[in-house]
């Protein structure tokens, strides 16, 4: 039962231009949202999360925005850089719950020159 | 401030041979995870601790992992007996939050062992 999807496994991007990863969950009670970026041989990087109670959080080249009607939230990155080229998680948690995360399969985005 | 480290950082074994994971969490941190990642699929939760405690196992597979995180920082996660399928990265993550307060803070997470069953 996959309750956080990311459907596409991979994006190719120009550099400058925008990056758009999608996730979609299943779960209501869901209710905080958080991207990881993800090197090769390293563990997983914070990198903007968003409470179920705003619809956009915004921090320098990154937005999260939030859907809650379509159980949909989207990653954009502009303009995106050469060193963006990672495998990004999105990852969904309850309140309460000692941020337990569950996270999508991932995709891979590379940025090319 | 340092990072959550783990060792070691690569683990190849024969199947039905045992093996630790050691993790150490930044320092504070109340609650440790224990991640198994599986190729191509994202970290699924194995086992939560709130300092020396346990609160999720839900999916730890009992038969054959434990995990315990002795004076509430340090943590090891064993396997006895490994079988193929548990060829994995096992990430060991830190957090600042704890059970019962509805505050949400990010996890921190370590380098990963990459073990290999044969």
């Known amino acids: 039962d996959q309750q956080v999807k990311q459907n596409s496994p991979s994006l190719s991007v120009q550099e400058g231009r925008i990056s758009i990863l999608n996730c979609d969950y299943t779960?209501?009670?869901?209710?905080?949202f958080l991207w990881y970026k993800k090197y090769p041989a390293e563990g997983p990087t914070f990198l903007i999360s968003?409470?179920?109670?705003?619809d956009k959080n915004e921090d320098g080249r990154f937005t999260v925005f939030l859907n809650k009607s379509a159980k949909h939230l989207s990653l954009h990155i502009v303009p995106s850089q050469p060193g963006d080229s990672a495998v990004y998680f999105c990852?969904?948690?309850?309140?309460?719950?000692?941020?337990?995360?569950?996270f999508g399969t991932g995709t891979r985005l590379q940025v090319t020159l | 401030e340092a990072g959550v480290a783990q060792s070691p950082r690569y683990k190849i074994i024969e199947k039905r041979q045992s093996v630790a994971f050691w993790c150490n969490p930044i320092?504070?941190?109340?609650?440790l995870y224990w991640y198994q990642q599986i190729l191509g699929q994202g970290p699924k939760l194995l086992i939560q601790?709130?300092?020396?405690?346990?609160?999720?196992d839900s999916q730890l597979p009992k038969d054959r992992f434990s995990a315990e995180r002795l004076k509430g920082v340090d943590s090891t996660l064993k396997i006895q007996p490994a079988k193929l399928e548990d060829s994995a990265v096992y990430l060991c993550?830190?957090?600042?939050?704890?059970?019962?307060?509805?505050?949400?803070?990010?996890?921190?997470f370590g380098p990963g062992t990459r073990l290999t069953v044969t």
């Open positions: 993550a830190s957090s600042l939050v704890r059970l019962g307060t509805s505050a949400t803070y990010e996890q921190y």
């Open positions: 779960n209501s009670m869901f209710d905080y």
């Open positions: 968003i409470s179920s109670i705003k």
């Open positions: 990852a969904a948690s309850v309140a309460g719950t000692a941020s337990k995360l569950t």
């Open positions: 320092s504070g941190h109340a609650t």
């Open positions: 601790f709130q300092n020396n405690g346990v609160v999720d």
